[in-house]
């Protein structure tokens, strides 16, 4: 599978600023998922896409399929000092199936 | 309810030597994901199993990799004369089918393998 083009690489911000990352592929999606990892865990789901143009909240979160199925984007609102971790997205091709492709990360750090 | 565990959650085995990881799906999802995960990058795909058809195994990087899954539920996967460049976090992952809404996947705490 291709390898998703996810930007920015890292972010250091303020407590209660607000935060935006996006991931882009070379091809069509029919899926999109964000997920957050923490030290020595696994990703944990915070939101799947499954529509282009489909707009979708989880709390301080907001996620966006794109209308062109080749990207997709992750607000967070308000950042708290827990949002800290590794965001990943991970997206499925039209004609893949099941397997899933992932980008390299957005690292965050969020400072009282 | 349980979520996806494995065992075990840190191994450290000697360049040469067999590993066996396991995971232990969410019940009732009839698919099981194994995946990679480099230090800093993101989860590479190995091997997908669904329900009684036969194992997606195109992601495996070798023939020293294989998996089995038993009973259409826990699954092993098995690295055979481990190398240095096999050190990384082994993801396993389950849904409730392969696609669509019901394809989204789950994940497991992880394995961490370091080959000395």
């Known amino acids: 599978g291709q390898q998703l083009n996810q930007s920015p690489q890292s972010m250091f911000i303020q407590e209660g600023e607000d935060v935006s990352m996006n991931c882009t592929s070379s091809?069509?999606?029919?899926?999109w998922l964000w997920y957050k990892q923490d030290p020595g865990e696994g990703p944990v789901l915070l939101i799947a896409?499954?529509?282009?143009?489909e707009l979708t909240s989880n709390g301080r979160l907001t996620a966006q399929f794109g209308i062109t199925r080749k990207d997709s984007f992750l607000n967070i609102s308000a950042s708290i000092p827990s949002d800290v971790g590794i965001y990943f997205c991970?997206?499925?091709?039209?004609?893949?199936?099941?397997?899933?492709?992932f980008g390299k990360g957005t690292s965050l750090l969020v400072t009282p | 309810g349980a979520g996806v565990s494995q065992s075990p959650s840190n191994k450290v085995t000697e360049k040469g030597k067999d590993v066996e990881l396991r995971c232990d799906p969410i019940?009732?999802?009839?698919?099981l994901y194994w995946y990679r995960q480099s230090l800093g990058q993101g989860l590479e795909f190995l091997i997908y199993?669904?329900?009684?058809?036969?194992?997606?195994k195109s992601g495996l990087p070798s023939d020293r990799f294989s998996a089995e899954r038993t009973g259409g539920s826990v699954s092993t996967l098995t690295i055979q004369r481990t190398q240095q460049e096999d050190s990384a976090v082994y993801l396993c992952?389950?849904?409730?089918?392969?696609?669509?809404?019901?394809?989204?996947?789950?994940f497991g705490p992880g394995t961490r393998l370091l080959v000395l």
């Open positions: 991970a997206g499925r091709e039209t004609n893949s199936g099941y397997a899933l492709n």
């Open positions: 896409l499954y529509k282009a143009g």
């Open positions: 992952a389950s849904s409730l089918a392969g696609g669509g809404h019901q394809g989204t996947q789950y």
């Open positions: 199993f669904q329900g009684n058809s036969a194992p997606d």
């Open positions: 091809s069509i999606f029919n899926t």
């Open positions: 019940s009732g999802h009839t698919a």
